[in-house]
């Protein structure tokens, strides 16, 4: 079978297994697990599956967290499914494996990236302070960064630095022009605001 085809195949499994548990979160996660369980061989991605279902059994705050993601926009909550769920994990673990092997090293599960040392405030200790406010990744530098991770199977990346949202207009761009991957952005919150761009 071609890779494309089980790609397709996979993503095709992980968007009704989506819609199935729209319906009803609550009631549905656990079931969808017990399919999982049943129909998947024992060593696939024990180790994270063996955590889902431990956060399901206890119902902590990582399963609260899980229902929490049923009050996002649909979109935006498909597109965090598709790109956390399939292509930073089953696809790009296939991918990283493969190039591990062939590379002789390993290859991150995420990349962090540093866009700014700016920011917009003046915290009392805060360490950024220290690294000036003029070192910036260029936008053409941090797509460069994105290509070749994805290229290793690398799908997951979190804007860090000082506050990354400085730059949000560039950090908007880089999410549209790689839709495939998932964004983190660890940020002082105060930018974020309705206006794209």
């Given at each position: 079978m071609s890779k494309s085809?089980?790609?397709?195949?996979?993503?095709?499994?992980i968007n009704q297994a989506l819609k199935y548990i729209e319906g009803n979160p609550d009631e549905n996660i656990p079931k969808l697990m017990e399919l999982v369980d049943k129909f998947t061989?024992?060593?696939?991605?024990?180790?994270?599956?063996?955590?889902?279902?431990?956060?399901?059994d206890e119902?902590?705050?990582?399963?609260?967290?899980?229902?929490?993601l049923y009050d996002l926009d649909p979109g935006v909550r498909?597109?965090?499914?598709?790109?956390?769920l399939f292509n930073a994990s089953?696809?790009?673990?296939?991918?990283?494996?493969?190039?591990?092997?062939?590379?002789?090293?390993?290859?991150?599960?995420?990349?962090l990236l540093d866009p700014t040392s700016a920011c917009n405030m003046r915290c009392t200790g805060c360490w950024a302070a220290e690294y000036g406010h003029r070192l910036n990744l260029s936008l053409e530098t941090m797509d460069s960064i994105?290509?070749?991770?994805?290229?290793?199977?690398?799908?997951?990346?979190?804007?860090?630095?000082?506050?990354?949202?400085?730059?949000?207009q560039d950090?908007?761009?880089i999410c549209e022009m790689h839709p495939d991957c998932e964004f983190l952005s660890f940020t002082n919150g105060t930018l974020i605001d309705e206006h794209p761009h």
């Open positions: 085809i089980k790609d397709s195949m996979q993503s095709f499994a061989p024992a060593d696939w991605y024990s180790s994270q599956c063996d955590a889902i279902r431990k956060v399901i119902k902590n705050n990582w399963y609260q967290l899980i229902l929490k498909k597109a965090f499914f598709q790109n956390f089953p696809k790009g673990s296939a991918i990283q494996e493969e190039n591990q092997a062939k590379e002789g090293c390993n290859i991150p599960w995420a990349i994105i290509r070749q991770g994805k290229a290793l199977g690398t799908y997951m990346y979190i804007y860090t630095g000082c506050e990354p949202l400085v730059r949000k950090l908007i761009k």
